[in-house]
């Protein structure tokens, strides 16, 4: 016999589908947080507008996560102690417990992995979206300019691994001249030992933790005039010994060593080479849009490599092709 249900009773049994969906979207719904770079802070006008923007866009809860005072802190204050307050924080904040997702500004994605590799009892990071970050290192101190500049930047680069500028300059921790390796290996205290470069002291948990990441997007701004060169911000770098040629991303020691866990998780689809024709860190809301808000709402391709097609970089280039 045909059962025959009352249009009151479907109309219940829908309102019900509706909320338990609903319930299901908020309560899987990871929230994010935001790394400045050098030089700013979490009150600046652009980082509480670019929070705003992608809170908004990717229906997800943003935090900018301070270090200090920010500007100030973020120039003279040492990375792995800004790791470690960072860490601190990320631990008491309850709304992250479940997992969360970071969106990293140059030097910020630095504290990013600090945050990512070293901190113990930290909720999970799922997804790590990277811009214009140093992860290979720089062969210049970042934000330096004119003729003042140049000549400072240079009597930097001289003792740039005495521990006075080591103790007293943040950038300093990754600034990686390829023509002193030894010093920087030895002298150099935050980049060697994130990178697991120390041949003697690599660290495995550091790698389990790194490559746990679901999805790890690194975005390059091909027009990138402070990082030196742009290719840091994929991981690529100059080889040892050299300034030139810059090594693409899979033919650095880091990646084909997998000394963090780089080739993990890009052989398990899940590192994404993305670039933007700009400046360093110019994102326009097009931008925002297309590269960050997809990957914090899940929607992100999922395919090995993703690139533009008639870029003159990409992860696979041959050396001479840079």
């Given at each position: 016999m045909a059962r025959h249900f009352s249009p009151s009773l479907i109309i219940t049994a829908l309102l019900i589908l509706v909320v338990a969906s609903s319930f299901v979207?908020?309560?899987?719904?990871?929230?994010?947080?935001?790394?400045?770079?050098?030089?700013?802070?979490?009150?600046?006008?652009?980082?509480?507008?670019?929070?705003?923007?992608?809170?908004k866009w990717s229906s997800y809860k943003g935090y900018c996560i301070e270090v200090g005072d920010g500007l100030w802190d973020s120039w003279f204050r040492p990375l792995e102690v800004q790791v470690a307050e960072v860490c601190e924080k990320i631990k008491k904040m309850?709304?992250?417990?479940?997992?969360?997702?970071i969106v990293g500004l140059s030097q910020g994605n630095l504290i990013a992995r600090g945050v990512i590799q070293y901190c113990d009892g930290a909720p999970p990071?799922?997804?790590?979206?990277?811009?214009?970050?140093?992860h290979a290192g720089t062969a210049s101190v970042p934000g330096?300019?004119?003729?003042?500049?140049?000549?400072?930047?240079?009597?930097?680069?001289?003792?740039?691994?005495?521990?006075?500028?080591?103790?007293?300059?943040?950038?300093?921790?990754?600034?990686?001249?390829p023509n002193d390796i030894p010093s920087y290996l030895k002298k150099c205290r935050f980049l060697p030992k994130l990178n697991n470069e120390l041949p003697h002291a690599r660290n495995v948990t550091y790698k389990q933790r790194f490559s746990s990441l679901e999805s790890l997007v690194l975005i390059m701004f091909e027009d990138d005039a402070v990082l030196i060169p742009k290719e840091t911000a994929w991981f690529g770098y100059y080889p040892n010994g050299a300034f030139t040629p810059v090594l693409s991303p899979r033919k650095t020691e880091l990646y084909t060593q997998d000394w963090i866990g780089l080739k993990t998780l890009d052989k398990?689809?899940?590192?994404?080479?993305?670039?933007?024709?700009?400046?360093?860190?110019?994102?326009?809301?097009r931008n925002m849009k297309k590269y960050i808000v997809p990957y914090l709402s899940g929607s992100g391709s999922s395919s090995r490599v993703d690139y533009e097609e008639d870029s003159s970089s990409s992860p696979d280039d041959d050396d001479e092709d840079f």
């Open positions: 979207s908020i309560s899987t719904a990871l929230p994010f947080v935001v790394f400045h770079g050098l030089g700013d802070q979490c009150i600046s006008p652009e980082m509480i507008k670019l929070t705003h923007k992608l809170s309850v709304e992250l417990k479940a997992g969360y997702n990071v799922k997804t790590f979206i990277s811009l214009g970050g140093p330096c300019t004119g003729i003042f500049c140049i000549v400072a930047d240079n009597l930097i680069k001289s003792e740039v691994y005495s521990d006075y500028v080591q103790t007293h300059l943040a950038p300093s921790g990754y600034v990686k001249l398990a689809g899940k590192v994404k080479f993305l670039k933007i024709d700009d400046d360093h860190l110019s994102l326009d809301n």
